[in-house]
């Protein structure tokens, strides 16, 4: 087995505790409001303008033996530019304020995630970033397409409203062969443990970014009505 094939196999149950959220069920059934989804793209913004930092941050952590992963890491660098601002733009097509978004903070949950990347990098292991590279792009492969799809029919919004989900879920599928391709060189257990690691904490903490959502009204009544 490829340490790639033991990634997927050993995060597959972090993986369904974040598919099964809520809001992703729901949206996937077709439940989706408006607010629900700016809120959504105004998390993705409070991550997402930390990729290219992580990444850089990732790179000068490196141990010599390393030195290796400075190249792949200044290809997905330079791929990962800009798309904090895709963001932004789409929430403009929302009728979203994205200037209030960009000097604003980070819901608990996002702030949470984000510095739980920070602190992997320097403090236990820089090749941890990587569990989180698989958690968000393995994530926008498998739903965001399809994500993107239920959400704008129903709420008839232009196709500008969606150029983060659409094209990064198309970059991902990219990214997600070279991804598997890198990983099968990773030959250290220390650093295939490490990586499984941070990848099942990345499940869960991307998990409660979305649990953090608003649900849309009909889905939260519903929720609501369950009895706890």
């Not at 590279?133 to 994530?139: I, K, P, Q, Y």
Request: hydrophobic share 45%.
């Amino acid at each position: 087995m490829s340490f790639y094939q033991r990634l997927v196999r050993d995060t597959a149950e972090a993986r369904m505790g974040l598919i099964s959220t809520p809001i992703i069920q729901g949206c996937l059934r077709g439940e989706v409001s408006l607010p629900s989804y700016l809120a959504f793209l105004t998390q993705a913004y409070h991550h997402v303008r930390h990729t290219v930092p992580l990444l850089h941050a990732c790179k000068a952590a490196l141990p010599a033996t390393h030195a290796w992963l400075e190249a792949p890491l200044d290809e997905y660098i330079a791929e990962e530019q800009g798309h904090d601002a895709w963001i932004l733009d789409d929430i403009r097509a929302c009728g979203g304020d994205a200037e209030a978004v960009r000097h604003g903070q980070p819901g608990h949950a996002t702030e949470v995630m984000v510095a739980y990347a920070y602190d992997s990098i320097a403090r236990r292991n820089p090749l941890a970033f990587f569990g989180m590279v698989h958690v968000l792009e393995g994530t926008s492969v498998s739903l965001a397409l399809m994500a993107a799809d239920q959400i704008q029919k129903p709420l008839g919004l232009p196709d500008a409203a969606f150029s983060y989900l659409r094209s990064h879920g198309t970059l991902d599928q990219e990214h997600t062969a070279h991804f598997e391709l890198l990983m099968d060189q990773i030959e250290s257990p220390r650093d295939q443990d490490d990586i499984v690691h941070a990848a099942r904490a990345f499940y869960r903490l991307y998990g409660d970014v979305f649990r953090s959502l608003p649900l849309p009204q009909a889905q939260a009544a519903t929720a609501q009505a369950v009895p706890a």
